[in-house]
């Protein structure tokens, strides 16, 4: 650790100091857990999914990705392109430290708020040296005939991520960039009611996938 040459502070707030539990949190049927590296803090409370991949990371865990594409998600599993897909494309562009969210083999989707969905296979390669600010994801399936762009907040995730599988007890750090390393944690699979106020990214699509209900301020999960 680095410390600071100019005398001040940062302010911050505890994590986790508040109950995500309105029911005894023993009781609930939960599971221990290998989260992907990359997507860095993920929170108490954070909608989870799992990889899908025919290779990669398969059967790791990452962050849900809500159905809604504004920009404003708070939504850690997607890495948003710096530059137009184009049509028939097979290099993606993403921020450097996004590329870590990613391993060779994984598949990946290639999405945006408007234009449809498309799987877009398996990784085959992933690089990081060519260009300082940016890395090119190569994938096995081209794009189709549309162009994905950022100005339509078009990003890319890994299959798997449209499918929440559970939510995260507590509050991990999964890294970012070349330093990442992933983390250890437990999801919550059922038989709880949970605040709703403290759950990020859980949203209808969510809800139906965990045959969960919403009750106000309280979230019953069967």
Same mark, same amino acid.
């Given at each position: ?65 809500? $159905?809604? +594409?504004?920009?404003? =998600? ?7 392109? %710096?530059?137009?897909? #184009?049509?028939? /494309? ?72 449209? $499918?929440? +599988?559970?939510?995260? =007890? ?7 960039? %070349?330093?990442?390393? #992933?983390?250890? /944690? ?37």
């Amino acid at each position: 650790m680095v410390g600071r040459d100019t005398p001040s502070l940062v302010f911050g707030g505890q994590e986790d100091y508040r109950s995500l539990y309105y029911s005894e949190h023993l009781a609930a049927r939960k599971v221990p857990v290998s989260i992907m590296a990359g997507y860095g803090t993920l929170k108490m409370g954070t909608a989870m999914a799992k990889n899908g991949s025919a290779g990669g990371s398969v059967g790791k865990l990452i962050p849900y990705d809500p $159905t809604s +594409v504004t920009g404003a =998600e708070v939504a850690p599993v997607r890495a948003y392109l %710096v530059q137009d897909s #184009g049509i028939g /494309a097979s290099d993606l562009y993403v921020p450097l430290a996004d590329a870590y969210k990613f391993a060779v083999g994984d598949d990946v989707y290639i999405n945006d708020d408007t234009t449809t969905l498309e799987q877009l296979g398996a990784i085959t390669a992933i690089d990081v040296t060519t260009y300082t600010h940016m890395a090119v994801i190569t994938v096995t399936t081209v794009t189709g005939a549309d162009s994905f762009t950022t100005a339509r907040f078009a990003y890319l995730a890994v299959q798997g991520a449209d $499918t929440c +599988v559970g939510i995260l =007890e507590k509050s991990v750090d999964c890294g970012t960039g %070349v330093k990442a390393k #992933g983390a250890l /944690a437990t999801l919550i699979r059922g038989n709880c009611v949970l605040i709703t106020g403290m759950l990020t990214n859980f949203d209808a699509a969510a809800i139906v996938d965990l045959s969960a209900g919403s009750w106000g301020k309280y979230t019953d999960i069967a």
